[in-house]
């Protein structure tokens, strides 16, 4: 039994980042890592240096500019064993995936040491009247993973006729995918909101002078959570292999409204009539 144990404390070093040459591989998109980043946080805290971390989409590091706790530049190796992945979720887990993600990548238990990151570039304001963002977004992932986080049309509709009726400004960010996926479910929603695309940089900055974000479960979301904006989330997400929906649309963010399709209508009118009331009296 002990030598089990030792075995099993041995593999759990193997795999962990505390080693100086480990280098964290990231295999997915930018709602994933962000889930990383209070572990990264953590075990950057404990060595006392940043985290080497192997990114393949560049849109990821340039969320990262200003984080003191990564290095991109210095991971690469020659020895393979020195790239590490963790499961960014557990199939049957009920827990947030940055909790379960925390533990696979520490061996520490969750305890809100850390909150989720991103940076909050500094650029000026894109205009002085009020605004919201609207997020549609979604990666080219599997059919069973991307289609159920849209918005449908009548969601769009909601959002973006009621903001037009309460002559409110709204900026639709995103990609080229997120703006063809968008169009094809409301053809003419551009007509109705401003699109800036493909700017990671400057859409951060777009959401962080935000008065709200309304979204669906995407990269920017998680960006506007880790930038603790108000936000309402659709929980159009899919369920996992347990029967019970993804547990990544959960943030840390106490700003977070997540509404489900069926009352949508009346909490985006019922937030708009807020925010309404609101700015008239700013």
């Known amino acids: 039994v002990s030598m089990s144990m030792s075995n099993e ?11 100086a040459n480990s280098i964290y591989r990231h295999p ?17 805290r404990i060595t006392n240096r940043p985290v080497k971390v192997e990114i393949q989409n560049q849109y990821i590091k340039d969320c990262y500019l200003d984080a003191e ?3 991109f530049e210095n991971a690469n190796s020659s020895d393979r064993s020195d790239y590490l992945q963790f499961h960014e979720w557990h199939p049957n887990s009920v827990e947030d995936d940055y909790i379960y993600l925390f533990r696979e ?46 918005m449908t ?11 037009e009726e309460f002559d409110f400004d709204v900026i639709f960010l995103g990609n080229d ?19 800036i695309l493909n700017d990671i940089r400057y859409s951060l900055s777009v959401i962080d002078h935000s008065e709200l974000v309304i979204a ?9 959570s880790a930038l603790e904006k108000d936000v309402i989330v659709s929980t159009r997400v899919p369920t996992r292999p347990n029967g019970l929906p993804s547990r ?10 997540y509404v489900d399709e069926d009352q949508w209508d009346k909490a985006i009118h019922d937030l708009f009539s807020t925010y309404s009331q609101k700015i008239v009296g700013m």
């Open 9 to 19: 404390r041995t593999n759990v070093m193997k795999k962990n980042l505390y080693n």
């Open 28 to 44: 997915s998109g930018l709602g994933n890592f962000i889930h990383a980043t209070p572990a990264l946080q953590f075990i950057s």
């Open 69 to 71: 706790f990564l290095d």
């Open 105 to 150: 990548m520490t061996g520490k238990e969750f305890e809100n040491q850390f909150k989720t990151y991103i940076d909050r570039p500094n650029i000026s304001r894109i205009q002085e009247k009020p605004y919201f963002v609207l997020l549609n977004g979604g990666a080219k992932s599997e059919i069973g993973y991307e289609l159920p986080k849209k």
């Open 153 to 163: 049309r009548k969601m769009l509709e909601s959002v973006l006729f009621l903001a």
């Open 177 to 195: 995918y997120d703006l063809e996926t968008t169009e094809k479910e409301m053809p003419f929603f551009h007509d109705y909101c401003r699109i």
């Open 216 to 224: 669906n479960d995407t990269g920017l979301y998680h960006a506007a």
């Open 248 to 257: 990544c649309i959960n943030t840390m963010n106490p700003n977070t409204r």
